[in-house]
T-cell receptor
Framework: AQKVTQAQTEISVVEKEDVTLDCVYE???????LFWYKQPPSGELVFLIR??????QNEISGRYSWNFQKSTSSFNFTITASQVVDSAVYFC?????????FGAGTTVTVRA | DAGVIQSPRHEVTEMGQEVTLRCKPI?????LFWYRQTMMRGLELLIY????????DSGMPEDRFSAKMPNASFSTLKIQPSEPRDSAVYFC???????????FGEGSRLTVL
């Protein structure tokens, strides 16, 4: 069964627009960890943010913010004032039972 | 600080040949993971180690795949014999604890002709 679902396959925006990426997860564990990773065209996987299941406080870090809601099993990610360098594939991931399971990814294209 | 180091970055080989991918995790990290990325299947976990011991290899596709971690600073993923469907990017990752983020190497792009 799919543990992490990213319903959006591709998103295209114009520079300076905000971009929100959706993520829905599934787990039976009460303690788990959620992540967002970025994969730019160069191919490496870059860690962005981490959230644990017992802290639903939403935060902002620079141009990144996230909305974690346990009631709906969602962990959405927003890039504010997007830039061309934000163009990449973004992966939501769930770590439970020690393993990290990835969603299928959302390709974000930011046009100048 | 050095990150996770993988070699080779690119490998082109012919069907039937043996392929060995190598990984050096971040020093002090207790967990090491091997992932495979393809367009069709996305990022799949193949196997992971804790303190050099394989814990879960349920993602290894078949007996042609094997992985070892002889010490805390080195791991290999071997495919023998290789097949065209093994063509993918193979990532190695390490983490300090079982709850933390994984740090990935740059990947090894394998092409089997």
């Amino acid at each position: 069964a799919q543990k992490v679902t990213q319903a959006q396959t591709e998103i295209s925006v114009v520079e300076k627009e905000d971009v929100t990426l959706d993520c829905v997860y599934e787990t039976r564990d009460t303690t788990y960890y959620l992540f967002w990773y970025k994969q730019p065209p160069s191919g490496e996987l870059v860690f962005l943010i981490r959230r644990n299941s017992f802290d639903e406080q939403n935060e902002i870090s620079g141009r990144y913010s996230w909305n974690f809601q346990k009631s709906t099993s969602s962990f959405n990610f927003t890039i504010t004032a997007s830039q061309v360098v934000d163009s990449a594939v973004y992966f939501c991931a769930l770590r439970d039972d020690y393993k990290l399971s990835f969603g299928a990814g959302t390709t974000v294209t930011v046009r100048a | 600080d050095a990150g996770v180091i993988q070699s080779p970055r690119h490998e082109v080989t012919e069907m039937g040949q043996e392929v060995t991918l190598r990984c050096k995790p971040i020093s002090g990290h207790d967990y090491l993971f091997w992932y495979r990325q393809t367009m069709m299947r996305g990022l799949e976990l193949l196997i992971y180690f804790n303190n050099n011991v394989p814990i879960d290899d349920s993602g290894m596709p078949e007996d042609r795949f094997s992985a070892k971690m002889p010490n805390a600073s080195f791991s290999t993923l071997k495919i023998q014999p290789s097949e065209p469907r093994d063509s993918a990017v193979y990532f190695c990752a390490s983490s300090l604890e079982n709850t933390g983020e994984l740090f990935f190497g740059e990947g090894s792009r394998l092409t089997v002709l």
